[in-house]
């Protein structure tokens, strides 16, 4: 018979084959010896009345070996055969608890009564219903619960301790997979099933410690003992306990964890060093932290030393005689360390400690008594943190808080420290001084203790300092308590902080600038009496650039259009001087007025889209004459990978290369002058190229020491210079300066008697395209280069090079003609005229006397130009070239060569014709008060357009009375005029024809600053400054021709009145002496295939609003300017306004169906003219 019980101390009762009853109680007994246990239950059997019986005591170990200790009562003293035993079992060293003590009572009282009611030599029994009640009773004291597996049947018993623990009802029936289905948890299945089944098969008990999960889902720790019970070597049942062991798995891994914890606190805190000892001062834990700060290991002190090795015995000593004077006994040199700890609890002090290499460490050590729970002292810890860094950096901060009071009191400045209450911690001798403080100590005491008149509003300032704000004040004022006058200061409030986030206080900077703030009034009074002499000086500069400008308006005017009708040689070297003599006076008047704004701060830059090779030529092209006339050699050198456009103010960068060619050319005797654009960066991804512009000279060079003298204004090298060559020594300053404007400087590298390079590197916004637009191709192959100057022949090599265009080179005359001597053929001979020992035209007779076919272009300056122009039509050579050479030029010269026009052509200017503005009935009104001037301008307009009507009027007030009568299609109004200017006359001209589409054009004195803004003020279109020539107004007028619609609606010409295509304009201005000219039959075909190109992107085109739109359109106004086809050019200006200014889509749309039919009607007549 089996019977259970379970609880925290688990008890197991049955009764045995032989009858004996066997009770079994699981954890031991700790320390209670054995023959207490013996006379405890010797009590019992001693009031037995009746019987031989004998109880054993049985302890069993770890492995469960069974050890006996039997005690034998019988009242007669004979021996028997035991018949009970009482086994006590443990497995853990705890003490004996009243649980066990209760349990084993109840057992013994009721196992022996019920012992003594029975003889034992009878068949004894023993009551079931007894054994219950013992069982029960068990059960609910040690909370064991028991069960039993009937191997047989396979059916299990369990007790009710054993239902509870599963958490079931209590008439829950368990079978065998029920039952192992509370153990489906991480391997405790496995586990169980295991020592089951062992258990059946080999007879092994088995005793597991598993995770089980009860019926309601609770996870829970058990422990289960199983005892295998055989017969005839078969299991017939297996028997055994069950106990929930779950809090004593949890106050297990408790202790495990606080073990493991204080271990690891003890290895981790290697910065902290803690040393417990016993009650007699004997080491007894030393922590890593420990070893690591005194280089002992644990080893070399744990239970052989006292911590006193570890300090300095004087420092000991030190401590021991102040413990004897604050507490009048002798205190024992141990007990120095804890003598106040156990009067307060714990104490903390700071100690120097000896490491083991006899290195001294300032510590901070706790220490604090260990006390028993009787509350006895059984030792001490101490706990020490490595302090020495700290020392030193509060030393220095000592030595540094001396250094800044020191830095403070002596400043040159009026300076006070405050800290967080506003209290001084430091102030300068200037600070006494300037408040009159000499007599006070201010070290701890309030600011608004000696300043007691502060406003709300500072104290409002000293809060914000001290929430961080730096506040700072260029100008105050204040009275001060006593002053008798306001003193004016400049003062800043700034945060002082003591680490990096805490503020310690404010930073008071004050410097009194009373008497600075009178001289500030004082130079604010002169400023304003030079402010008002600077704009009469402007104004001067303004009515005298004007007054100046008018006489040399009409001497640069009226001698530029002498210039170009016949003329004999006197008259035109004396129109020629009185021409350059004036411009020469223009450009002295323009260099002071430009350094006049740029002294002045008020000289800007107009950035614009241009043309760099047109500009770069212009630049070369104004200078050429002069550099000519000296005889020398004028390169122009512009590297191919220099794109077309960019976005610079060309009218300021054409002054500084002209400056720079000037200077060149005064300086340079003989030799050449070179100017050169070399590109020094690929464009970057904003479209910025870095391009390099350099002017080089063979002339007299600068000395070193003289080079930075240049630069500065009004100055040449030395006065022998500017006796020799003249200037006014402006020209190289306001160059560096423009260049200063542009980011760039003027740069130098000179050698004397050797010459000159000037240049300077612009980082400039460029757009990608064909450097040079060709029209067609000269489809040469050859050409032969007769040049004494190298850099000539190589530049020229290099122009055709990107034509495909072989070249071969020869030095002089001789080593031209020898090479045709030789057998060589070329296409072209390209012949300077000046050189060395056989100059172009001889060469050139000499090379007609014997290869009479060969083609030959001249190379020649302006100045030769004449004796170039006899040379030709002796020789029958009609191309020529003037220097320096310009791609276009020679293109055209060789296209003209490749189709054999042989006629000879005079170089001339360009005949000029109206721009698309200007029409046989378009009327000018020149509003003007110099005759002159008026004159000029007539002149100049009918020489454009002769039957164009020109208006005039002499002040604001005629050109207003005049309009009423005739309302003209533009206006050129001159600014200065008696009666009324022009600027009034523009505004009441904009007021009163407001919706007429007026275009004005001012005539002013030239880029003085303000002018133009005055003019567009006033509302006035553009401008042209005096003096102006034929050029200058085209320009203008070309450029409006264009943009027209897109600035002003100015009315446009009507298409009906525009020529479709005017052939005899086209024949005039290209020079074709008849239309079977093979020139112009190779233009027809050219402009064929250009017209059809163009028809064809307009047809393709995916969208009207595509960006290419204005390309096109803006390619095709250009194409029909130059064929005189002027319906079709003002098409296409229309056009590529409407794209830009992004007019209507309609519009747009409108435009181009009309641009499709002219482009067609017109290829129809180009085909009449090519014979096709």
Request: aromatic fraction near 8%; include cysteine.
């Amino acid at each position: 018979m089996m019977q259970h019980s379970t609880g925290c101390q688990a008890a197991l009762l049955y009764l045995a084959e032989d009858k004996h009853v066997e009770m079994v109680l699981s954890h031991g007994i700790h320390e209670e010896p054995l023959e207490t246990i013996s006379a405890s239950l010797h009590t019992y059997i001693s009031d037995a009345t009746a019987g031989t019986y004998e109880i054993s005591v049985g302890i069993l170990n770890e492995g469960f070996t069974e050890t006996k200790y039997r005690l034998i009562a019988n009242i007669k003293g004979e021996n028997v055969m035991p018949i009970g035993y009482v086994v006590l079992i443990f497995k853990a060293s705890i003490s004996l608890t009243s649980a066990i003590k209760e349990a084993l009572s109840i057992i013994t009282n009721a196992l022996f009564h019920e012992l003594t009611q029975y003889e034992v030599n009878k068949d004894v029994e023993l009551p079931r219903q007894s054994l219950r009640e013992i069982y029960h009773k068990t059960n609910e004291v040690a909370r064991v619960g028991g069960w039993e597996l009937d191997c047989e049947t396979n059916t299990i018993f369990w007790t009710d301790i054993t239902r509870e623990i599963h958490e079931v009802e209590s008439d829950f029936v368990p079978t065998l997979k029920s039952a192992l289905t509370f153990y489906d948890i991480d391997d405790s299945k496995a586990l169980i099933t295991k020592a089951v089944s062992k258990a059946r098969r080999e007879n092994k008990p088995y005793d597991l410690e598993l995770r089980l999960k009860t019926a309601k889902g609770n996870i829970i720790w058990i422990r289960t003992i199983g005892e295998p019970e055989f017969k005839n070597s078969v299991c017939v049942r297996i028997f055994g306990t069950i106990q929930d062991t779950t809090k004593a798995k949890e106050a297990e891994e408790n202790v495990i964890q606080s073990k493991k914890l204080l271990e690891n606190v003890l290895n981790t805190s290697t910065e902290v060093s803690i040393i417990a000892t016993d009650a007699k001062g004997i080491v007894r834990l030393f922590s890593k932290g420990a070893e690591r700060m005194l280089g002992y290991a644990a080893e070399e002190v744990v239970d052989k030393c006292t911590p006193d090795i570890f300090h300095d015995k004087e420092e000991i000593q030190q401590s021991v005689h102040r413990l004897k004077e604050e507490y009048g006994q002798e205190i024992d040199p141990l007990r120095a360390f804890i003598y106040e700890s156990i009067l307060k609890g714990s104490d903390s002090k700071e100690w120097t400690y000896i490491r083991k290499d006899k290195r001294r460490i300032t510590v901070k050590l706790t220490m604090s008594p260990m006390r028993d729970d009787n509350g006895e002292i059984n030792g001490y810890l101490g706990v020490a943190t490595d302090i020495t860094d700290e020392k030193k950096a509060t030393q220095n901060l000592l030595i540094e808080r001396a250094r800044l009071h020191s830095f403070v009191k002596h400043v040159p400045a009026a300076v006070a420290m405050l800290d967080n209450e506003l209290k001084f911690i430091a102030y300068s001798d200037k600070w006494i001084e300037m408040y009159g403080l000499e007599k006070e100590d201010l070290i701890g005491k309030s600011h608004y203790e000696i300043f007691t008149n502060i406003s709300e509003e500072w104290q409002e300032v000293h809060r914000r300092g001290l929430g961080g704000e730096v506040i700072k004040c260029e100008e105050d004022v204040w009275r001060p308590e006593g002053w008798s006058h306001d003193q004016y200061v400049r003062w800043e409030i700034r945060p002082w902080y003591r680490s990096k986030e805490k503020i310690g206080g404010i930073l008071m900077l004050t410097e009194d600038i009373t008497e600075a703030y009178f001289q500030k009034n004082d130079l604010q009074q002169s400023m304003r009496h030079a402010e008002q002499a600077n704009r009469a000086k402007s104004e001067f500069l303004a009515n005298m650039s004007h007054e100046i400008r008018t006489p040399l308006n009409g001497i640069i005017g009226f001698s530029d259009l002498v210039l170009k009708t016949e003329l004999n040689d006197r008259q035109e070297q004396y129109l020629s001087i009185v021409n350059q003599s004036a411009n020469s006076l223009l450009n002295i008047i323009n260099d002071i007025l430009d350094f006049s704004k740029i002294e002045a701060g008020k000289l800007d830059l107009d950035i614009e889209r241009y043309d760099l090779y047109e500009l770069v030529e212009q630049a070369s092209d104004i200078i050429t004459y002069v550099i000519h006339q000296k005889g020398l050699e004028m390169l122009l050198n512009i590297s191919p990978n220099i794109p077309r456009f960019a976005w610079i103010d060309s009218v300021r960068l054409k002054q500084v290369l002209v400056n720079l060619l000037g200077n060149a050319s005064k300086f340079t005797d003989k030799g050449e002058i070179e100017l050169k654009l070399t590109p020094l960066s690929n464009s970057n991804k904003n479209g910025e190229m870095d391009i390099r512009f350099s002017v080089r000279d063979t002339g007299i060079g600068i000395k070193s020491e003289k080079q930075d003298k240049i630069f500065e204004a009004f100055s040449q090298e030395d006065v022998s210079t500017t006796k020799k060559y003249g200037g006014t020594g402006l020209g190289l300053t306001i160059s560096n300066r423009l260049l200063q404007l542009m980011g760039s400087k003027l740069q130098l590298t000179s050698t004397p008697n050797r010459g000159s390079t000037f240049y300077f590197d612009l980082r400039i916004k460029c757009e990608d395209g064909q450097a040079i637009p060709l029209e067609g191709e000269p489809n040469l192959h050859k050409i032969l280069i007769v040049d004494d100057n190298a850099n000539n022949r190589m530049i020229i090599e290099r122009m055709l090079a990107l034509k495909g265009i072989q070249t071969v080179q020869a030095k002089n005359g001789y080593e031209a003609i020898q090479r045709l001597v030789d057998g060589e053929e070329y296409d072209v001979i390209l012949m300077d005229f000046q050189m060395p020992y056989l100059n172009g035209i001889d060469t050139a007779r000499k090379i007609r006397a014997n290869f009479k076919e060969q083609p030959i272009i001249f190379l020649h300056s302006s100045s030769e130009d004449k004796t170039i122009s006899l040379a030709s039509k002796e020789l029958s050579i009609p191309h020529r070239l003037i220097k320096p050479i310009k791609m276009q030029d020679m293109y055209d010269a060789l296209l003209k060569i490749k189709h054999n026009n042989r006629k000879g052509k005079e170089p001339k200017e360009k005949r000029l014709y109206a721009p698309p503005l200007l029409t046989e009935k378009s009327s000018i009104l020149f509003v003007e008060d110099n005759a002159i001037n008026m004159l000029l301008g007539k002149t100049v307009i009918h020489n454009i357009s002769p039957k164009t009507t020109v208006l005039e009027a002499s002040n604001g007030k005629q050109a207003l009375e005049l309009l009423k009568v005739n309302l003209p299609d533009m206006i050129f109004m001159d600014v200065q005029m008696p009666e009324m200017n022009g600027y009034e006359a523009t505004k009441i001209i904009r007021k009163e024809y407001k919706n007429k589409n007026l275009l004005i054009f001012a005539l002013t004195a030239g880029n003085l600053k303000g002018e133009k803004e005055k003019c567009m003020e006033a509302g006035m279109d553009d401008f042209i400054a005096k003096p102006f020539v034929e050029e200058d107004l085209i320009r203008l007028l070309e450029k409006w021709s264009k943009s027209i619609d897109k600035h002003k609606n100015a009315p446009s010409i009507p298409s009906e009145n525009l020529n479709p295509f005017n052939i005899r304009k086209l024949q005039l201005v290209m020079d074709f002496k008849d239309l079977e000219d093979p020139i112009f039959k190779q233009l027809i075909n050219i402009s064929k295939k250009e017209l059809t190109k163009t028809k064809d992107s307009l047809e393709l085109l995916p969208a009207i609003d595509n960006p290419d739109l204005s390309k096109i359109a803006h390619k095709l106004y250009s194409s029909a300017t130059s064929l005189c086809m002027e319906k079709l050019a003002s098409l296409a200006s229309k056009l590529e306004n409407a794209s830009l200014s992004m007019e209507k889509h309609s519009l747009i749309s409108s435009l181009t169906d009309e641009i499709l039919l002219e482009i067609t009607e017109r290829l129809a007549d180009l085909n009449l003219y090519s014979g096709d």
